[in-house]
Nanobody, 122 residues
Framework: QVQLVESGGGLVQPGGSLRLSCVASGSIFSINTMAWYRQAPGKQRELVAG???????NYGDSVKGRFTISRDNAKNAVYLQMNSLKPEDTAVYYCNAVLRRTYYSDAYFNYWGQGTQVTVSS
């Protein structure tokens, strides 16, 4: 079994900052891409930021210049530093990982965390 556990969400005022963390554990041989998605009430889940094993990154247009994704391969962890937060950033943020579970199979599996709430409000 594989688990992704997020932390770091909460309530913050507009213009403030938060740092989200996600740690993957369980039967993991290697992790390919890791990413953060978010879903606001009544909206579809959208990509916030992604990062590859080689630290190539991509960001959703609405967060470019404000959010930074990073990862620690030794800890199977991914982070999202969120600065200059806006009310429209309010959503449940989900961690995602695409990974191999064993050396003996090159099949990749897609896993999600349970989500962490981020609320930006004065």
């Amino acid at each position: 079994q594989v688990q992704l556990v997020e932390s770091g969400g909460g309530l913050v005022q507009p213009g403030g900052s938060l740092r989200l963390s996600c740690v993957a554990s369980g039967s993991i041989f290697s992790i390919n891409t890791m990413a953060w998605y978010r879903q606001a009430p009544g909206k579809q889940r959208e990509l916030v930021a992604g990062i590859t094993t080689g630290d190539s990154t991509n960001y959703g247009d609405s967060v470019k210049g404000r959010f930074t994704i990073s990862r620690d391969n030794a800890k199977n962890a991914v982070y999202l530093q969120m600065n200059s937060l806006k009310p429209e950033d309010t959503a449940v943020y989900y961690c995602n990982a695409v990974l191999r579970r064993t050396y003996y199979s090159d099949a990749y599996f897609n896993y999600w965390g349970q989500g962490t709430q981020v609320t930006v409000s004065s």
